[in-house]
């Protein structure tokens, strides 16, 4: 394997090099690195297990009527938690500390952030991170940040790797996305159409199937009348949005008669307000009165199914694998392997191998810039850092741009350079790796003793940092840089402890600010 | 969102292909100069676009329900469509603001009841109303709706040859933003971390959250010196986004005003303003500031959040106008000395479903409303032509129909050469 092509892999499908990744990959080759990254075993992430179990986040508050104040560090205790254990968080007619109501969310960020550090599986957590943008939800709403927890455990990571008709279905009826695209309130009658209008245009057959000139004409969507619509309109929304009446979540809702759901908030179906009568969805007719979410799970098969999903999420995933413009060839292979798997259990994992064993995988010019996540992981894997996340680290990376769970529109964050290259992004960008250099926000500090037992000249130090967190030659250039810019002496005597501390730890910040650390 | 598909290098784009695509757009029939007015415009615009000035974009993001906001409250079937608490009331304690008008004789037209501020400005002539404006393209996706709004176009087929937004086309190239000695130029910015598709294409636009704590680069002086370097001679997309950035922000960071303990000085808000917080605010108060900092500043952009009102619309749209009202007064009292050069539009990517669903909310429909609000702005007048709300007047028989191209008010604010291929007729939306 060439240096190329395992900086592709380490960056790409993984949150960057720790040291001895990439040897480790050369002695194993990318085919059995890829089986075992595709097959990862939960009880075999010992690193991971023990840096969240020692992850505390603060969590202040002033005292008010109904509660003392608080100052205090607590575990991450909400991800083992089942929804209805913090649902009355979300309990608008309780009185109750914000922060309280928004510490679950805390709590998924957090591990996000461990697991992206340290988890062994490290490919799961590249694409747990794609699917939360693609199935994105928004925790800035209370009753999402409750349920944030069971959707990243339950739903995303579940089938991160899995088949995506069932992915789908643990989807819509998660309590984090129909509180999100509103389908909990969705009735017969006058359907709300949120959910169903995003299922077909973002998380399925995307929006260059979406044919909207032929609106109501749907005799005339080339391939309707062999019953296989090349796109959908919108009179498939309105019917797919009839065909989900009903999916909701026991909110305490009042169902009639003095009746009213339990407040778990967990799914369940309300017979009582499903449009039942028939329907149809891609020029298929549905028959009135099916069994109960038979219609939705139908729609949900169709879309499925649909050749535009398989070429709408093999780009997606060339897109954020690979580069922001992949070759069409590489894309229609990905498409290919989509719809070939798409009844097996690891249709996802399949496509992912596939797209990784391409020769258009890490072709030259194919580099991305790195998102915030991934230039905070990567600076902190290759900087051999013991992290763990912190309430202060959350809260800057939140003004980053990548505030996680945290995109109001339910594209996600977006996965094209040109978004993170705005001058507000990038000032951004260059404070977050210098406060993780310099530990402002306690997450740990660089390994400064290991890389540099001995003191060095300060030229020495760039190269040193340059080679160990890029993995590649020193470049001149970036050490006269940074050298000339810290008005720093290139034989200047440099070693942990003291004084040498502090440009060590500059050194580092402005290795991975340069463009070689910054892109992918 | 795909709304940053096209994202050829910016400075690339500009160099190579921009003016390619205008000469295309133009050989399309349409007689016309780049920035020259046609006939038709100079007959029904005296002043085809803005020579000079700051021109400012308020996006609401989301599918604004503007029958909330400009509700024709009276009308039968309005008030029949919508259950009342997602309607505009013409009696009681929550009553509409009524707006004189001439657009729908015998319609009482009244401002939701949070936009008092709004109000004001209409009866005092600064504020004008343009209804059942928007896309003529049907779609109801708001990232087809935005990205076809904020590339200038009408239709899908006309996004896959429009690479640049249309504040780029109007600004062009930017070739002359930087410093030159002590004067600085920036004519380009937007509110926030992103930059809008709008202004693809533009180098150097930059994007600025607020400015409270100024812009220097993290860690002094040393960083940026460092940075410096490290871009120089290097024609990646990231060096040459930094160098851009290094430069407005430093350029930004100089004039700032600073106390005598050489910190930035809290803003001083001018005629009265009190700017709040939200998106709205935070933005056009950062807008402001550049503005009177007088670097040349021609466009300013700002997207504002929260109108994808599906579910609970009541309190949450109560809210969102509430905010863009007050923020949208504040910004016109403070920069009360540059009414003259001060031009403000507000605009979504389509209206809202005329019949409210049972979520207590309404889905994304299709004809909207834009606002336009300045010293230069031939106000408190409601523009347009009312198409009504009868079943057979609607659009597709459920949305408010689109009776004026969203491009006619973009138009008589920029010029009918931003948008190659439409010929629509003016408004007479600025006065002469």
Same mark, same amino acid.
């Given at each position: 394997?060439?240096?190329?092509?395992?900086?592709?892999?380490?960056?790409?499908?993984?949150?960057?090099?720790?040291?001895?990744?990439?040897?480790?990959?050369?002695?194993?080759?990318?085919?059995?690195?890829?089986?075992?990254?595709?097959?990862?075993?939960?009880?075999?992430?010992?690193?991971?297990?023990?840096?969240?179990?020692?992850?505390?986040?603060?969590?202040?508050?002033?005292?008010?009527?109904?509660?003392?104040?608080?100052?205090?560090?607590?575990?991450?205790?909400?991800?083992?938690?089942?929804?209805?254990?913090?649902?009355?968080?979300?309990?608008?007619?309780? @009185?109750?500390?914000?922060?309280?109501?928004?510490?679950?969310?805390?709590?998924?960020?957090?591990?996000?952030?461990?697991?992206?550090?340290?988890?062994?599986?490290?490919?799961?957590?590249?694409?747990?991170?794609?699917?939360?943008?693609?199935?994105?939800?928004?925790?800035?709403?209370?009753?999402?940040?409750?349920?944030?927890?069971?959707?990243?455990?339950?739903?995303?990571?579940?089938?991160?790797?899995?088949?995506?008709?069932?992915?789908?279905?643990?989807?819509?009826?998660?309590?984090?996305?129909?509180?999100?695209?509103?389908?909990?309130? @969705?009735?017969?009658?006058?359907?709300?159409?949120?959910?169903?209008?995003?299922?077909?245009?973002?998380?399925?057959?995307?929006?260059?199937?979406?044919?909207?000139?032929?609106?109501?004409?749907?005799?005339?969507?080339?391939?309707?009348?062999?019953?296989?619509?090349?796109?959908?309109?919108?009179?498939?929304?309105?019917?797919?949005?009839?065909?989900?009446?009903?999916?909701?979540?026991?909110?305490?809702?009042?169902?009639?008669?003095?009746?009213?759901?339990?407040?778990?908030?967990?799914?369940?179906?309300?017979?009582?307000?499903?449009?039942?009568?028939?329907?149809?969805?891609?020029?298929?007719?549905?028959?009135?009165?099916?069994?109960?979410?038979?219609?939705?799970?139908?729609?949900?098969?169709?879309?499925?199914?649909?050749?535009?999903?398989?070429?709408?999420?093999?780009?997606?995933?060339?897109?954020?694998?690979?580069?922001?413009?992949?070759?069409?060839?590489?894309?229609?292979?990905?498409?290919?392997?989509?719809?070939?798997?798409?009844?097996?259990?690891?249709?996802?994992?399949?496509?992912?191998?596939?797209?990784?064993?391409?020769?258009?995988?890490?072709?030259?010019?194919?580099?991305?810039?790195?998102?915030?996540?991934?230039?905070?992981?990567?600076?902190?894997?290759?900087?051999?850092?013991?992290?763990?996340?912190?309430?202060?680290?959350?809260?800057?990376?939140?003004? @980053?741009?990548?505030?996680?769970?945290?995109?109001?529109?339910?594209?996600?964050?977006?996965?094209?350079?040109?978004?993170?290259?705005?001058?507000?992004?990038?000032?951004?960008?260059?404070?977050?790796?210098?406060?993780?250099?310099?530990?402002?926000?306690?997450?740990?500090?660089?390994?400064?003793?290991?890389?540099?037992?001995?003191?060095?000249?300060?030229?020495?130090?760039?190269?040193?940092?340059?080679?160990?967190?890029?993995?590649?030659?020193?470049?001149?250039?970036?050490?006269?840089?940074?050298?000339?810019?810290?008005?720093?002496?290139?034989?200047?005597?440099?070693?942990?402890?003291?004084?040498?501390?502090?440009?060590?730890?500059?050194?580092?910040?402005?290795?991975?600010?340069?463009?070689?650390?910054?892109?992918? | 969102? +795909?709304?940053?598909?096209?994202?050829?290098?910016?400075?690339?784009?500009?160099?190579?292909?921009?003016?390619?695509?205008?000469?295309?757009?133009?050989?399309?029939?349409?007689?016309?100069?780049?920035?020259?007015?046609?006939?038709?415009?100079?007959?029904?615009?005296?002043?085809?676009?803005?020579?000079?000035?700051?021109?400012?974009?308020?996006?609401?993001?989301?599918?604004?329900?503007?029958?909330?906001?400009?509700?024709?409250?009276?009308?039968?079937?309005?008030?029949?469509?919508?259950?009342?608490?997602?309607?505009?009331?013409?009696?009681?304690?929550?009553?509409?603001?009524?707006?004189?008008?001439?657009?729908?004789?015998?319609?009482?037209?009244?401002?939701?009841?949070?936009?008092?501020?709004?109000?004001?400005?209409?009866?005092? #002539?600064?504020?004008?109303?343009?209804?059942?404006?928007?896309?003529?393209?049907?779609? #109801?996706?708001?990232?087809?709706?935005?990205?076809?709004?904020?590339?200038?176009?009408?239709?899908?087929?006309?996004?896959?040859?429009?690479?640049?937004?249309?504040?780029?086309?109007?600004?062009?190239?930017?070739?002359?933003?930087?410093?030159?000695?002590?004067?600085?130029?920036?004519?380009?910015?937007?509110?926030?971390?992103?930059?809008?598709?709008?202004?693809?294409?533009?180098?150097?636009?930059?994007?600025?959250?607020?400015?409270?704590?100024?812009?220097?680069?993290?860690?002094?002086?040393?960083?940026?010196?460092?940075?410096?370097?490290?871009?120089?001679?290097?024609?990646?997309?990231?060096?040459?986004?930094? #160098?851009?950035?290094?430069?407005?922000?430093?350029?930004?960071?100089?004039?700032?005003?600073?106390?005598?303990?050489?910190?930035?000085?809290?803003?001083?808000?001018?005629?009265?303003?009190?700017?709040?917080?939200?998106?709205?605010?935070?933005?056009?108060?950062?807008?402001?500031?550049?503005?009177?900092?007088?670097?040349?500043?021609?466009?300013?952009?700002?997207?504002?959040?929260?109108?994808?009102?599906?579910?609970?619309?009541?309190?949450?749209?109560?809210?969102?106008?509430?905010?863009?009202?007050?923020?949208?007064?504040?910004?016109?009292?403070?920069?009360?000395?540059?009414? +003259?050069?001060?031009?403000?539009?507000?605009?979504?990517?389509?209206?809202?479903?005329?019949?409210?669903?049972?979520?207590?909310?309404?889905?994304?429909?299709?004809?909207?409303?834009?606002?336009?609000?300045?010293?230069?702005?031939?106000?408190?007048?409601?523009?347009?032509?009312?198409?009504?709300?009868?079943?057979?007047?609607?659009?597709?028989?459920?949305?408010?129909?689109?009776?004026?191209?969203?491009?006619?008010?973009?138009?008589?604010?920029?010029?009918?050469?931003?948008?190659?291929?439409?010929?629509?007729?003016?408004?007479?939306?600025?006065?002469?």
């Amino acid at each position: 394997m060439n240096a190329t092509l395992s900086r592709a892999v380490l960056n790409r499908l993984s949150f960057g090099p720790r040291p001895g990744d990439a040897e480790a990959l050369q002695r194993e080759g990318l085919a059995r690195w890829l089986d075992r990254q595709l097959a990862p075993d939960d009880h075999q992430d010992e690193a991971a297990a023990r840096a969240l179990d020692a992850c505390r986040l603060s969590i202040k508050y002033d005292g008010g009527q109904d509660w003392s104040a608080v100052d205090e560090e607590r575990p991450l205790a909400a991800l083992d938690q089942p929804v209805e254990a913090l649902w009355p968080l979300a309990d608008g007619k309780r @009185s109750l500390p914000g922060p309280e109501r928004q510490f679950p969310r805390q709590q998924t960020v957090a591990a996000t952030l461990v697991r992206a550090v340290h988890s062994r599986w490290q490919l799961r957590e590249v694409l747990a991170d794609f699917w939360h943008n693609h199935f994105n939800v928004f925790a800035g709403e209370q009753s999402v940040a409750v349920a944030l927890p069971s959707y990243d455990r339950d739903v995303i990571r579940r089938h991160a790797l899995g088949n995506f008709r069932e992915f789908l279905e643990a989807v819509a009826t998660s309590t984090a996305m129909l509180v999100y695209l509103n389908n909990r309130s @969705s009735r017969a009658g006058s359907a709300n159409e949120n959910y169903a209008r995003e299922l077909f245009e973002l998380h399925s057959l995307g929006r260059d199937a979406y044919l909207n000139a032929l609106y109501d004409k749907w005799r005339a969507v080339p391939g309707a009348a062999q019953g296989a619509p090349r796109g959908y309109i919108d009179q498939d929304v309105y019917e797919a949005a009839r065909a989900f009446t009903g999916w909701t979540i026991e909110d305490g809702a009042g169902l009639g008669g003095g009746q009213r759901l339990p407040e778990t908030g967990r799914f369940t179906f309300v017979e009582g307000w499903h449009d039942g009568y028939q329907k149809r969805v891609l020029a298929q007719e549905f028959d009135p009165f099916q069994a109960p979410m038979a219609d939705g799970r139908r729609v949900l098969d169709l879309v499925a199914d649909h050749p535009a999903t398989a070429l709408h999420l093999g780009r997606k995933l060339c897109v954020r694998l690979v580069a922001d413009r992949p070759p069409d060839r590489l894309v229609a292979m990905a498409a290919a392997v989509w719809h070939d798997n798409r009844r097996k259990p690891d249709q996802i994992a399949r496509v992912v191998r596939a797209i990784a064993l391409s020769p258009d995988f890490a072709a030259p010019g194919s580099g991305k810039i790195k998102r915030p996540l991934e230039l905070a992981a990567s600076l902190l894997r290759a900087g051999g850092v013991g992290f763990t996340a912190t309430s202060a680290m959350i809260r800057d990376l939140d003004a @980053s741009g990548q505030r996680l769970f945290g995109a109001p529109a339910p594209t996600g964050h977006p996965d094209q350079d040109e978004h993170w290259l705005g001058s507000s992004a990038l000032r951004r960008r260059w404070d977050l790796v210098l406060a993780l250099a310099e530990n402002r926000w306690k997450t740990g500090a660089l390994d400064l003793a290991g890389l540099f037992p001995e003191p060095v000249p300060a030229a020495a130090a760039v190269e040193r940092w340059q080679q160990r967190l890029t993995g590649l030659d020193a470049e001149p250039a970036t050490t006269r840089a940074i050298l000339d810019g810290m008005g720093l002496k290139p034989d200047r005597p440099l070693a942990p402890g003291k004084d040498g501390d502090a440009p060590l730890k500059r050194i580092a910040a402005y290795v991975a600010m340069a463009p070689r650390f910054q892109t992918r | 969102m +795909d709304g940053h598909a096209l994202h050829l290098s910016r400075r690339r784009l500009l160099r190579g292909g921009l003016a390619t695509g205008l000469a295309v757009g133009f050989g399309g029939g349409l007689c016309g100069v780049p920035g020259q007015p046609n006939v038709a415009w100079a007959a029904g615009d005296p002043v085809a676009g803005m020579r000079t000035g700051t021109l400012v974009v308020v996006f609401l993001r989301g599918g604004a329900d503007t029958l909330s906001l400009m509700a024709p409250a009276d009308d039968p079937d309005y008030r029949a469509a919508r259950a009342p608490e997602l309607r505009v009331q013409t009696d009681g304690e929550a009553a509409g603001l009524p707006l004189a008008q001439t657009l729908a004789a015998g319609i009482d037209f009244r401002l939701h009841p949070e936009a008092a501020p709004l109000a004001e400005l209409y009866r005092d #002539r600064s504020l004008a109303i343009v209804h059942a404006a928007g896309l003529t393209d049907g779609t #109801r996706s708001h990232f087809v709706a935005q990205d076809l709004i904020e590339r200038g176009v009408g239709d899908e087929a006309a996004l896959t040859r429009t690479g640049a937004g249309w504040a780029a086309r109007w600004l062009g190239d930017g070739a002359a933003d930087g410093m030159a000695g002590d004067r600085m130029t920036l004519s380009a910015m937007a509110a926030g971390t992103g930059v809008p598709a709008a202004l693809a294409g533009h180098g150097g636009t930059l994007a600025v959250g607020d400015l409270d704590r100024g812009l220097a680069p993290p860690g002094g002086k040393a960083t940026a010196a460092v940075l410096d370097g490290l871009f120089r001679g290097d024609d990646g997309p990231y060096a040459r986004a930094g #160098r851009d950035a290094l430069a407005g922000l430093a350029g930004i960071d100089a004039r700032l005003p600073r106390g005598a303990d050489g910190k930035i000085a809290p803003y001083a808000a001018e005629g009265g303003a009190a700017y709040e917080t939200g998106e709205a605010a935070r933005g056009l108060q950062t807008v402001a500031r550049l503005v009177k900092m007088e670097i040349g500043l021609r466009l300013a952009w700002v997207d504002v959040g929260g109108w994808d009102t599906h579910e609970n619309q009541p309190g949450r749209f109560a809210n969102a106008v509430r905010g863009l009202s007050r923020a949208l007064a504040a910004f016109h009292a403070d920069t009360n000395r540059f009414h +003259d050069r001060v031009t403000l539009v507000v605009l979504s990517e389509f209206g809202r479903r005329l019949r409210s669903n049972r979520s207590q909310g309404t889905d994304h429909g299709h004809g909207g409303a834009m606002l336009a609000l300045g010293g230069r702005v031939a106000g408190g007048r409601m523009l347009g032509r009312w198409p009504g709300l009868a079943s057979h007047q609607l659009d597709r028989g459920v949305d408010l129909a689109v009776t004026t191209d969203y491009r006619a008010v973009l138009a008589g604010l920029v010029g009918p050469a931003v948008f190659p291929g439409y010929a629509g007729p003016g408004l007479g939306l600025l006065t002469a």
